[in-house]
């Protein structure tokens, strides 16, 4: 593929549409190393939308190791559930499920994995063993979101050892005190040390991989802090990036919110063509942004993903999205990815 053509995916952020962020010279770097598999998977999450192209298999399955977190973080719908004694905590993933569930993506189309959703992937302990088994099957992208703090020196030796081609850090703020103030539980100067020192080992142990971005959750309040965020991280990860803040659709404050135009008569979720979300307990939904679970469309315990991805639920919803008819879907009716 020549470069213009690859130039015109969105290579950073394969998953999420709100990513802000410029291309690096550690990006091409990284670009140069991928095989033709790698774009041939990027052509199909472009186009498989665009074409209404349903295919056997989600293209990219979200796998959420666990959906315990150490953290709680004050723009996060996990927090606020959790607050309001509302969230569904059920555990991890079990490794033999998750085997089944790998095994019949690969055979069917699978090309993407990402292993977190409202938890923290690296309290899962089997999270090295669910990349490496990933990877050893023949999944092209396999990645992951991370608050880093358990990232020490041996975890960052498995994870580099592991394979995994991607590693996105959360971080939040250049600015200790309003770090510690938005992260609860976790310790600004730990944190950068960590992912600092992560860097450090990928370059003694002579790989390039994982490709690292770094983000923030722009809000209202911490806008002004881009700039220095950027200067902070420019020179020790492979990309800075920063996301707008969305409502999950449970967050009833909008301190947080910036506020945008939105068209939904003429929005198509590209993501009923793409993705499909499993939870711990099999449950399956369709969307980054329904964290109260309120669009079920199977649960794999009790049917495949490849039934699941074709079922009715999944059928219908598809075309009310692709006539214009999301408004007639409660969910998709609030849904500010509209923007996008």
């Not at 996060?76 to 089944?100: I, L, N």
Request: contains cysteine; hydrophobic residues 35%; negative net charge.
């Amino acid at each position: 593929m020549s470069t213009q053509m690859k130039a015109d995916f969105d290579v950073d952020t394969p998953i999420d549409h709100n990513y802000h962020v410029d291309p690096t010279e550690k990006m091409r770097r990284w670009e140069s190393t991928l095989p033709e598999a790698y774009w041939d998977y990027r052509r199909k999450w472009e186009q498989n939308p665009v074409n209404h192209e349903v295919g056997d298999f989600p293209i990219h399955l979200d796998i959420e190791a666990t959906s315990h977190c150490n953290l709680l973080c004050t723009m996060c719908p996990r927090t606020e559930m959790v607050e309001q004694g509302v969230f569904w905590d059920v555990g991890k993933f079990d490794f033999d499920k998750y085997k089944t569930l790998i095994d019949e993506g690969v055979k069917n189309g699978l090309c993407s994995v990402k292993y977190n959703y409202l938890g923290e992937p690296m309290m899962n302990k089997q999270l090295f063993d669910m990349i490496k088994y990933a990877k050893d099957a023949g999944v092209v992208d396999v990645m992951f979101n991370t608050n880093a703090t358990a990232l020490t020196e041996k975890n960052a030796r498995k994870l580099i050892e592991s394979g995994v081609d991607k590693l996105f850090f959360s971080f939040d703020s250049p600015y200790r005190e309003r770090y510690n103030e938005i992260r609860i539980g976790a310790d600004y100067d730990k944190v950068l040390n960590n992912i600092k020192r992560f860097h450090e080992i990928r370059e003694e142990m002579g790989s390039i991989k994982p490709f690292t971005r770094i983000s923030m959750v722009l809000m209202k309040d911490t806008e002004d802090q881009w700039e220095d965020f950027k200067a902070l991280f420019d020179p020790i990860v492979d990309a800075v990036a920063y996301v707008d803040y969305m409502d999950h659709g449970i967050q009833k404050s909008d301190r947080n919110v910036v506020q945008f135009k939105q068209d939904k008569k003429s929005f198509c979720c590209p993501q009923l063509w793409q993705r499909m979300f499993v939870h711990p307990d099999g449950v399956v939904t369709p969307c980054c942004l329904d964290a109260s679970r309120e669009l079920v469309m199977g649960n794999v315990n009790e049917n495949t993903a490849s039934e699941i991805w074709k079922n009715e639920k999944y059928t219908e919803m598809r075309e009310l999205h692709a006539s214009g008819r999301i408004n007639e879907i409660p969910t998709c009716a609030r849904c500010p990815l509209a923007k996008y």
